[in-house]
């Protein structure tokens, strides 16, 4: 991706959807989730301070995450299970489109940053439609957000036993007001 392509992040505007009070866009998206990704990872105890190399996986991959949006949109989850069940490979289309993206995401699956980071993603989600949502399907979508946070929490408690997910994520959506 060249400069302009990274650039038009701050144009793509997310929550298609769902109707809400003003316009998010991917790159505060982005920007929000890198923030509860870091403050996050310190809560659960991530060593991300002394350890540099910890850090700049989970900055880099907590700002690239959705990068491949700036090309695709925001495409709504519902219709994203659709288009995996009829078998599409999106992440090879996401990849096409952002060469280095795949690398970015194979190398982020099943580490502890990447788990942070999705953590982060949902957190964010979750705080965006808390402040903004409108309407009955916003609440629906909401409750929904809620239910996969929660999920994902029970799922990465048990899967990285040495982090403290449950209480970390309790903080920060304390600190976040959701």
């Not at 316009?23 to 982005?30: I, K, N, S, Y």
């Not at 069940?85 to 194979?106: H, K, M, S």
């Not at 949902?122 to 957000?145: D, I, P, T, Y």
Request: with cysteine; charged share 25%; aromatic share 8%.
């Amino acid at each position: 991706m060249n400069t302009y392509e990274l650039l038009r992040a701050s144009h793509t505007k997310r929550w298609t959807i769902v109707s809400t009070a003003r316009t998010q866009t991917v790159a505060e998206h982005l920007f929000n989730v890198t923030m509860i990704a870091e403050k996050l990872a310190e809560a659960v105890g991530y060593d991300i301070v002394i350890n540099s190399d910890n850090f700049l996986k989970l900055q880099t991959w907590a700002l690239m995450h959705d990068i491949p949006e700036v090309f695709t949109g925001d495409l709504p989850t519902p219709f994203k299970r659709e288009l995996r069940r009829r078998g599409a490979d999106i992440e090879a289309v996401e990849d096409d489109l952002a060469p280095g993206y795949g690398d970015l995401a194979d190398a982020a699956d099943g580490t502890e940053y990447g788990m942070i980071v999705k953590l982060a993603d949902m957190m964010e989600a979750v705080w965006f439609l808390s402040e903004n949502g409108l309407g009955v399907h916003a609440r629906k979508v909401l409750q929904g957000l809620y239910d996969n946070l929660y999920a994902m929490v029970d799922e990465y408690s048990n899967e990285y036993p040495d982090l403290l997910i449950r209480d970390g994520v309790a903080r920060i959506r304390k600190e976040m007001c959701i």
